[in-house]
Each structure stands twice: as structure tokens, then as C-alpha cells.
């Protein structure tokens, strides 16, 4: 005999609640395990999740008033400037050498980017902690996994399984300070630990040194934040932005080095030099976007700087550099107004997404900035879920006891 459906239930509620869970299992817990083994994992599961996510959203309604939520994001600083830094790259297509390339790769970009905006808008007002754990559960099974296939999986070349999981190592120095900042919040400290931990071992085994490189600075970062946060968000966002805006200068400074630096570093930094003072007009509008990455060997000389910092400011010059300064102080400072609990971790996984674009991985690589956006989301989604630290006292017995005791007095 069919048991009769209860009034109470919804059956719309309990259809978004399934799909949001899927997607959330699916960022979580899917992507940093995929992303370990399959190269184009990461770009594949994240629009898969965010899209359970929206649905989700959309059948039962319990997200923020879309105004709202675009207003808090895209009404700040950081907001506005990442608009005028795509707008400035749209730009640059006009002068851009490599016009097709650079149109797709633009268009990729930004729609990563929109995918990571409406992942924020589908979120709910408040999170459950049955749709959060999942993270800690995800990071920890990829980290062990990753341990596993760097040690026993050894290659002797740098083939594509060898990229594919240094990529996806990368991803994890990204993903453990979401999943650390909800262990800390939720007072499992010692789970915390065995996390970063885990990841530590997996990014001192990667095969490059992008993912400790990220993995060290997030660590610094987070250290110090724990006890000052002040001076933490000053530090990230005046070495993160100082860098950017910088970074033409080193062609300069590293010049009376010649000598005492490495000949290699000094001869690159020269080669910048000469192209400055070739066309400085260039400085200000760049030479078009994506040029940095095809014109190596024609239009960039092989001995140029690697590093994307020598990037932004050959592809998008001084406008561009700028407009991705200002959002990443802007970014910074904005850590310090979320919830105590996960902001030396947001600072942190911003430390951390610094660190390995300094060191070598591109702004504009697909399977880097779609990492950062999901990292980005889950934060967002760990901040929401701080909307209640301590169970509520019971008060109604004390106010019966208190009854009970005026009664007898009287």
C-alpha cells in the first residue's frame, strides 16, 4: 500500500534541494579528483555544477534578489576594474597582431568569467553545512590521490599526464583555503591541519613549482592574517599590486645587477629593456592581447621575460596593468569585511592565486582562471554559510523557572 504523501512536503523544494547538493558534489568533490587525471577536467565539471547550481536556484528561489547581488559585487572597486580591463582587451583587438586567436581566447575568458557570476548569483542566502563538507571530503581524497600518483607514478618526461596532473595539484593549493577556512569555522581544527598538511606533501611532489610557489604564499599569507589581519591585506595587496604596476621597472633596475644576478634573469630583463625604449608608446597601449603568448619567437624576442607579469603589460600596457591592479587591491581589502572566521583564508587563496601567476602560470590559461573562479565561488559559499556560529540558548525553561518562582513568592 502507497504511504500518503505528507502536506508538508514540497516536492519542487526537495527536486532544487537534490540538485543543488549534485552540484555542489560535483565542485567539490568531483573537480579537484578529475582534475588530477583528466586535462580538460576542471573546464568541463565547473560549467556541470554551476549550471545544477542555477537551476536549482531558479525552482526554488532562495538566493539573493539578483540587484542585490550585483550591486555588491560589480558596484566595487575590484568590480568596475575587471570591467575596464576586459573592455581594454576588447580594445586592444584593433592593434592585436594575432586578431582571430586573441578573439577566441577573449571570449573564453570572459565567459568564465559570467559563468563564475552566475554561479555568486545562484547561491543561496544561507548555506547549509550538509552542502559544505562535502569541500573538506573533495580536497582531502585529492590531495591523497595526488600524493599516490606522484609517487608511484614517476615519469621520466614532461608528457601530457605529467602537465595534466601538475595542473590539477595547482588547483589544490587553490581549493584548500575554502575547504580549510569551513574545517576553522566550524572549530575542527585538527581536520584543518591534516588538510593543509596533505596538500603541502602533494604540491612539494608536483613536478613544476607552480603549485608550492601558490601553496607557499597562501601559506604565509594565512599565518599571518590568523594574527593580524590588518597587516596581512596591507602586505598581500601592496606586494600583489606593486608588482603588477611595477614590474616594467625591473627592466631597468636589474640592469646595474649585470653581474651579481643570474646572466640569464638580467639578459631577459635587457631584452625588455630594449623593446621599451624601441616603441614606449607601447608602454601605455600594449601591443594588442595575446601577444605575449603567440608572438614568442617573432614579434617577442625567445629571450624575453616569461613571467605573466611581462605579459599584462605587453599585451594590455599600462591601461591594462592598472585596471588588473587596482582589482586585486581592491580584492584584497575586500577579504577583510567578510565573516572573521574565513577571511585570513580568503586572503590567503588570493596570496595563493598570485603566487602562481608570478611564477609562471598565464592570466588568460582556461584551466588557471576557471581554478580560481570556483575557488572563488565555494568562498563565497563558505562565507554564507557563517550565518550562525553558536546554537541558541534555550531561554524558554529559565523564563518558566522564573515564572514558577514569582508564583510561589506571591
Do not use: C
Request: hydrophobic fraction near 60%.
Amino acid at each position: 500500500m502507497a504511504r500518503p504523501r505528507s502536506p508538508h512536503r514540497d516536492p519542487a523544494a526537495e527536486a532544487a534541494a537534490l540538485l543543488r547538493r549534485l552540484g555542489f558534489a560535483i565542485l567539490m568533490i568531483a573537480l579537484p579528483m578529475v582534475a588530477l587525471v583528466a586535462r580538460r577536467g576542471v573546464v568541463i565539471l565547473a560549467p556541470i555544477g554551476i549550471a545544477l547550481l542555477a537551476i536549482a536556484a531558479v525552482v526554488d528561489g532562495e538566493h539573493r534578489r539578483l540587484s542585490t547581488s550585483l550591486s555588491s559585487l560589480l558596484g566595487r572597486v575590484a568590480g568596475v576594474a575587471v570591467l575596464v580591463a576586459l573592455g581594454w582587451a576588447m580594445l586592444s583587438l584593433a592593434w592585436a597582431p594575432f586578431t582571430g586567436p586573441a578573439t577566441e581566447r577573449l571570449g573564453n575568458l570572459a565567459a568564465t568569467l559570467a559563468l563564475g557570476l552566475v554561479g555568486y548569483l545562484a547561491l543561496p542566502e544561507r548555506m547549509r553545512s550538509a552542502n559544505l563538507y562535502p569541500l573538506a571530503i573533495g580536497v582531502g581524497a585529492a590531495a591523497l590521490l595526488a600524493v599516490g600518483l606522484l609517487l608511484f607514478e614517476a615519469r621520466p618526461t614532461w608528457d601530457e599526464a605529467t602537465i595534466t596532473l601538475d595542473r590539477g595539484v595547482v588547483a589544490l593549493a587553490l581549493l584548500i583555503w575554502p575547504a580549510a577556512a569551513w574545517m576553522h569555522s566550524r572549530g575542527r581544527d585538527m581536520q584543518s591541519v591534516a588538510l593543509v598538511l596533505a596538500v603541502a606533501i602533494a604540491t612539494g611532489l608536483a613536478p613544476s613549482a607552480l603549485s608550492f610557489a601558490g601553496f607557499a604564499a597562501g601559506a604565509l599569507a594565512y599565518l599571518v592574517a590568523a594574527s593580524r589581519m590588518r597587516l596581512a591585506t596591507t602586505l598581500v595587496a601592496a606586494i600583489g599590486a606593486g608588482l603588477i604596476l611595477l614590474a616594467p621597472a625591473l627592466a631597468f633596475l636589474l640592469a646595474p645587477l649585470d653581474g651579481l644576478a643570474p646572466a640569464s634573469l638580467v639578459g631577459r630583463y635587457e631584452t625588455w629593456r630594449a623593446m621599451i625604449l624601441a616603441d614606449p608608446l607601447r608602454l601605455l597601449t600594449g601591443w594588442g592581447f595575446e601577444t605575449a603568448l603567440r608572438g614568442r619567437g617573432g614579434l617577442v624576442p625567445v629571450d624575453a621575460p616569461r613571467t605573466p607579469l611581462f605579459e599584462i603589460w605587453l599585451d594590455l600596457g599600462l591601461v591594462g596593468a592598472a585596471a588588473i591592479a587596482a582589482a586585486f587591491w581592491s580584492a584584497a581589502h575586500g577579504v577583510a569585511r567578510i565573516h572573521a572566521a574565513v577571511a585570513p583564508g580568503a586572503l590567503a587563496a588570493l596570496a595563493a592565486g598570485f603566487g602562481v601567476v608570478v611564477v609562471g602560470a598565464s592570466y588568460t590559461e582556461m584551466w588557471f582562471v576557471t581554478s580560481a573562479v570556483v575557488a572563488a565561488l565555494l568562498f563565497a559559499a563558505v562565507e554564507r554559510g557563517q550565518f550562525r556560529t553558536q546554537r541558541p540558548k534555550a531561554i524558554l525553561p529559565a523564563l518558566l523557572r522564573r515564572g514558577s518562582r514569582q508564583a510561589e513568592r506571591g
